[in-house]
């Protein structure tokens, strides 16, 4: 099986679109579109990193093709990289992480842009806008 083919697969399996996928990777469908095309482009190691975080298979079933394609409940939390794990301890912001780990994955990067769209509505912070001193 070919990378692009992995990456197809992987996309399908959890339900996603192009489009989808690459919204969830910080990417345009386009790229992804490349990504799974036979001859197309291979994506970095951060965005092939981000499409099996996304979609729950093994980082290195993804590059490789070795291993197993889906993530064990065992092996899910040791796939987090330790400078991308955040200690939480504040209650409600558990509360959020609990709901947006138990939520599908299709519905996980509309989810965080409606926080997001909550969030600049409340500091009245647009993308890219820095607070008045």
């Known amino acids: 099986m070919t990378p692009q083919q992995r990456i197809r697969l992987a996309r399908r399996h959890c339900g996603l679109s192009q489009a989808a ?16 095309a036979a001859r197309g482009k291979y994506p970095s190691v951060a965005h092939l990193r981000e499409i099996a975080m996304v979609t729950g298979v093994q980082f290195e079933w993804l590059a490789t093709g070795r291993g197993t394609m889906g993530l064990s409940a065992d092996t ?10 955040l200690l939480v301890d504040d209650p409600l912001e558990l509360r959020l992480l609990a709901a947006f780990r138990e939520a599908p994955t299709r519905s996980k990067a509309p989810l965080v842009e ?7 509505l409340r500091t009245g912070r647009g993308p890219g806008r820095t607070p008045a001193l």
């Open 76 to 85: 899910a939390l040791d796939s987090v990289a330790a400078a991308d794990a």
């Open 114 to 120: 409606v926080v997001e769209q909550l969030a600049q």
């Open 21 to 36: 996928l690459g919204a969830a990777v910080g990417v345009q469908r386009s790229a992804v579109g490349h990504w799974e």
